[in-house]
């Protein structure tokens, strides 16, 4: 049986956060993210194909579909062979060690995925994110990710809260922070990057005493910031030269 009236409902409606949480399922798609998706712990519940490519997986998971069905249902503009549902995991907030990235209201679902991508280049085992940084399972941060979410747990939770009851040593990025290259880093610690717009939340910044920058070389220069994902790679990788 090819593609129904109902999947074709149930697909659509998992680009809202809201429809997401109500079926527990997230989209993947693309012949890399699919199969690094596969590949991890997470449950499969079907798979659209345009081909055989992914007869491997349990055969009444799998429906054959047209090139144009697959549009009908892809959020990329050139879909490419292959749409998933996975189901959403589920991870308890651990005890926090070790170094670990916190998101303070981060909006836009390819600066999520990047930071996503960071975090699994550089071994950042734990994201913690806001309860208003955008889901992790949007389908534009899954592609973004090209399979890291599957490498990093991400959990979201009060950060004002959780900031609050941890020990490890707090940093915010701020403008007008302590030069990153010239400061102590310990290798156990919390980064918290903020807003695309706003930057770090009042709330965050009334509890987080420490703050890091990336300097501006060339007083000429008239570009107020960095990029969000941008400026946690320079971040990341400071922290784990040390």
Known sequence: MGLTKSNIRLITSLQQKKYRQKHKLFIGEGIKVVRELLASNLKVNRIYCTDNTFNFVQGELVTIISEGELR????????????????????????????????????????????????????????????????????????????????????????????????????????????????????????????????????VRAIVEKQLTIPKFGDLREIESLNVATATAVFLSEFRRR
């Open 72 to 203: 009908k249902i892809s959020n990329l503009k050139t879909p490419n062979k292959v749409l998933a549902l996975f189901e959403i995991p589920k991870y308890d907030l651990p005890m926090i060690s070790g170094f670990t990235v916190a998101l303070d209201g981060i909006n836009d679902p390819g600066n999520l995925g990047t930071i996503i991508r960071l975090c699994d280049w550089f071994g950042v085992d734990n994201l913690i994110c806001s309860t208003d940084t955008v889901d992790c399972y949007n389908a534009k941060v899954v592609q973004a990710t090209m399979g890291s979410i599957i490498r990093t747990h991400i959990y979201y939770t009060d950060l004002i809260m959780f900031l609050k009851n941890t020990k490890l040593p707090k940093y915010i990025a701020d403008m007008n922070g302590e030069n990153i290259y010239t400061s102590d880093l310990p290798p156990e610690a919390i980064l918290i990057m903020g807003n695309e717009a706003n930057g770090i939340s009042k709330g």
